[in-house]
C-alpha cells in the first residue's frame, strides 16, 4: 500500500470525449507524475507536476493536460479522445529532490 | 535519448528454480535504476533500486539486482521462484538528479509452473 490513490478506478468512454483522471498523493510528497501505459507496453511519462508547476512533459499532444492542487493532489485531462488514448493511466507521487516514486493502482480508460 | 531494452518477453519457470531477468539500459551517465513488478490490473511496486555504491542491491520479496557499468546492464534475480511471483516485470531508468521522470522497458512477463 503506496498511499497513492486514483479515481476512478475503471471507465468507459466515446471516442471525441473528454475525460478527468484524479490523484491523491502520499503524504507528504509534493510532486506529481503522469504516466501510460498501452498494453503489452511499460509505462511512458506523460508529464510531471511540482508545487503546482508543470515540470517536465513526454511526448504526448498539448491534448492531454494536467493540474495539480495546494494539497498536492493532481488531475489528468485528456480532450478530443481518439481510441488509441485507451490504457491504464498511472500516477506517482514522490518528494522534491527524491527520484523515488510510489504509484497507484491506475485507472483503466477505454475508449470506444 | 534514454532507453531500456528487457530481451526477454516472456519467461517460465518451474517453482524453486532460479530466476534471472535482463535488462541493458543507454544512458549518457550513470542513471539511476529501477524494477518494478506489476500484478494483473494493477499499479507498479518497487522491488529495488541502485543510486550509487554497492553495485550488488538487495530488494524486498528476496530479489536482487546487479549494476554492471561495463554491460550497462542491471539484470534482475531470484535464487528460488514462488508461485507468486508470478506478473510482469518493469527495469526503468531515471537521471542521476532529483526528480525526473522514469524510462521503463517494455517489461518481462514471468510464468511460474509447478
Known amino acids: 500500500e503506496t498511499g497513492v490513490t486514483q479515481s476512478p478506478t475503471h471507465l468507459i468512454k466515446t471516442r471525441g470525449q473528454q475525460v478527468t483522471l484524479r490523484c491523491s498523493s502520499q503524504?507528504?510528497?509534493?510532486?506529481v507524475s503522469w504516466y501510460q501505459q498501452a498494453l503489452g507496453q511499460g509505462p511512458q511519462f506523460i508529464f510531471q507536476?511540482?508545487?503546482?508547476?508543470?515540470?517536465g512533459r513526454g511526448n504526448f499532444p498539448p491534448r492531454f493536460s494536467g493540474l495539480q492542487f495546494p494539497n498536492y493532489s493532481s488531475e489528468l485531462n485528456v480532450n478530443a479522445l481518439e481510441l488509441d488514448d485507451s490504457a491504464l493511466y498511472l500516477c506517482?507521487?514522490?518528494?522534491?529532490?527524491?527520484?523515488?516514486?510510489?504509484f497507484g493502482q491506475g485507472t483503466r480508460l477505454t475508449v470506444v | 535519448a534514454q532507453s531500456v531494452t528487457q530481451p526477454d518477453i516472456h519467461i517460465t519457470v518451474s517453482e524453486g528454480a532460479s530466476l534471472e531477468l535482463r535488462c541493458n539500459y543507454s544512458?549518457?551517465?550513470?542513471?539511476?535504476l529501477f524494477w518494478y513488478v506489476q500484478s494483473p490490473g494493477q499499479g507498479l511496486q518497487l522491488l529495488l533500486k541502485?543510486?550509487?555504491?554497492?553495485?550488488l542491491v538487495q530488494g524486498i520479496k528476496g530479489f536482487e539486482a546487479e549494476f554492471k557499468r561495463s554491460q550497462s546492464s542491471f539484470n534482475l534475480r531470484k535464487p528460488s521462484v514462488h508461485w507468486s511471483d508470478a506478473a510482469e516485470y518493469f527495469c526503468?531508468?531515471?537521471?542521476?538528479?532529483?526528480?525526473?521522470?522514469?524510462?521503463f522497458g517494455k517489461g518481462t512477463r514471468l510464468s511460474v509452473i509447478a
Open positions: 507536476y511540482y508545487r503546482e508547476e508543470e515540470n
Open positions: 541502485y543510486f550509487s555504491g554497492d553495485t
Open positions: 503524504s507528504g510528497h509534493n510532486t
Open positions: 526503468a531508468v531515471a537521471g542521476p538528479s532529483g526528480n525526473t521522470p522514469l524510462v
Open positions: 544512458y549518457g551517465a550513470t542513471p539511476y
Open positions: 506517482a507521487s514522490s518528494l522534491e529532490g527524491n527520484t523515488e516514486a510510489f
